[in-house]
């Protein structure tokens, strides 16, 4: 009888673990299916995102691929399964407040080599910003890029703030 309870409680680990290792495998498999798709669908490039001021995960740098569009930049963090974008920045009246490299605080979070742009948008009235909504880093070369596509307008659109 012993014998038997043992085999069954041995079988039953190797199912555990076997379902374990599968749950994980397709986890996997998912995220990297995303990403691929993420970035097949052209103008993604990688970027930490955060709310200045705001609490929790919002307010500490998080990585994750910023894509362009034509009237706004969705940001995908790099560690989720979701489809869709969890910051979208509407590109209508979107300035930037200020540029700088990262501090002390940032760099434990962010790599060496990043700009940091502050991010807000124009008021009712047409003025800018005192303050950033959000604040971007990224290399230099995906910065040069960000900057065009925030200059540039595509053809037969005529947006007003």
Same mark, same amino acid.
């Given at each position: ?8 409680? +041995? ?6 673990? &076997?379902?374990? +290792? ?20 052209? =103008? ?19 990585? =994750?691929?910023?894509?362009?569009? %034509?009237? #706004?930049?969705?940001? +995908?963090?790099?560690? %989720? &399964? ?6 979208? &920045? %509407? ?14 605080? *940032?760099? #434990?979070?962010?790599?060496? *080599?990043? #700009?940091?742009?502050?991010?807000? @948008? ?23 890029? +960000? &900057? %065009? @596509? ?8 005529? @947006?007003?703030?």
């Amino acid at each position: 009888m012993e014998r038997l309870l043992q085999g069954i409680g +041995f079988e039953t680990a190797q199912w555990t673990l &076997l379902t374990v +290792f599968l749950v994980g495998a397709v986890v996997l498999l998912a995220g990297a299916l995303r990403r691929s798709v993420i970035e097949r669908r052209g =103008g993604a490039v990688e970027c930490y995102l955060r709310a200045p001021g705001a609490r929790g995960r919002r307010g500490t740098w998080r990585i =994750g691929f910023g894509r362009y569009g %034509s009237e #706004s930049l969705g940001w +995908f963090p790099i560690f %989720s &399964l979701r489809p869709r974008p969890t910051a979208t &920045l %509407s590109r209508r009246g979107l300035v930037i407040v200020g540029r700088r490299s990262p501090t002390a605080e *940032d760099r #434990s979070r962010l790599p060496g *080599d990043m #700009s940091v742009v502050g991010l807000g @948008w124009l008021t009712g009235g047409g003025e800018e910003p005192e303050e950033a909504a959000f604040e971007l880093a990224m290399g230099e070369m995906a910065m040069t890029g +960000f &900057l %065009s @596509w925030l200059e540039s307008m595509p053809p037969g659109t005529r @947006w007003e703030t």
